[in-house]
């Protein structure tokens, strides 16, 4: 079945410092993949999306690509800001309406 | 973009008796939403698929009878946490997907956060 993995957390990041989110999946056919953002007290927000391979999503100076080779989607931010801090999930969906797959979350910390 | 409410956003009840949390559609229409539960510190759990005038679809584990769903409209989808229990205690979260444009992408509602005493 369709699974989707991430680094554990929490990670802890001075601001400006550079970030990764590992994400890595395993899908029938060819998913959509998402990284959702979860800041406190909020409700999931859609941080960027990839529809096939090679595809780049980005937002916020956040990026990810699709790397079908390497089945990832790894998240990343050249410098980080205190209100970065947040839940970073990882997710995949396959075609059509079908719920999202989420990966565990990722508590990313920026401190001043 | 598109926006998914939830009501209430946070409710706490006495065990035994029953909850309904409400999750909207504003500005679109939503064939299907989902409905996930959120334990601390730990990821989404999808506990259901509802569809509009039809039944829902539960996961694997999750008891229809307990968490019962109704989704009366394309803008409306209902759980109800039936005779409540301590365990029923968590945040819950629905999702819609917009019809007439992107089905690729969910739009999260709030949440809900149920303490059940």
């Known amino acids: 079945g369709n699974s989707v993995t991430q680094m554990e957390g929490p990670v802890t990041l001075s601001e400006e410092a550079f970030l990764t989110i590992n994400c890595t999946y395993t899908?029938?056919?060819?998913?959509?993949l998402f990284w959702y953002v979860q800041y406190p007290g909020e409700g999931l927000q859609l941080l960027l999306k990839?529809?096939?391979?090679?595809d780049k999503g980005s937002n916020k100076g956040f990026e990810a690509t699709y790397r079908k080779e390497t089945t990832s989607f790894h998240l990343e931010k050249g410098s980080v800001q205190v209100s970065d801090s947040a839940v970073y999930f990882c997710?995949?969906?396959?075609?059509?309406?079908?719920?999202?797959?989420f990966g565990k979350g990722t508590r990313l910390s920026v401190i001043a | 973009g598109a926006v998914v409410s939830q009501h209430p956003s946070r409710v706490i009840c006495k065990s035994g008796t029953s909850v309904k949390i409400e999750c909207r559609s504003l500005?679109?229409?939503?064939?299907?939403m989902f409905w996930y539960r959120q334990f601390p510190k730990k990821s989404l759990m999808l506990m259901a698929t509802?569809?509009?005038?039809?039944?829902?679809?539960?996961e694997q584990g999750v008891e229809k009878d307990k968490f019962l769903i109704n989704h009366a409209s394309l803008t409306l989808s209902t759980l109800t946490v039936t005779s409540a229990h301590p365990e029923d205690s968590s945040f819950y979260i629905c999702?819609?997907?917009?019809?007439?444009?992107?089905?690729?992408?969910?739009?999260f509602g709030p949440g809900t956060r149920l303490t059940v005493l």
């Open positions: 997710a995949l969906r396959n075609s059509g309406n079908t719920p999202l797959v």
């Open positions: 990839a529809t096939k391979a090679d």
């Open positions: 509802s569809n509009e005038g039809s039944k829902a679809t539960y």
């Open positions: 500005d679109f229409q939503a064939t299907t």
């Open positions: 999702s819609a997907t917009d019809d007439r444009t992107d089905t690729d992408t969910q739009y």
């Open positions: 899908a029938t056919g060819y998913p959509s």
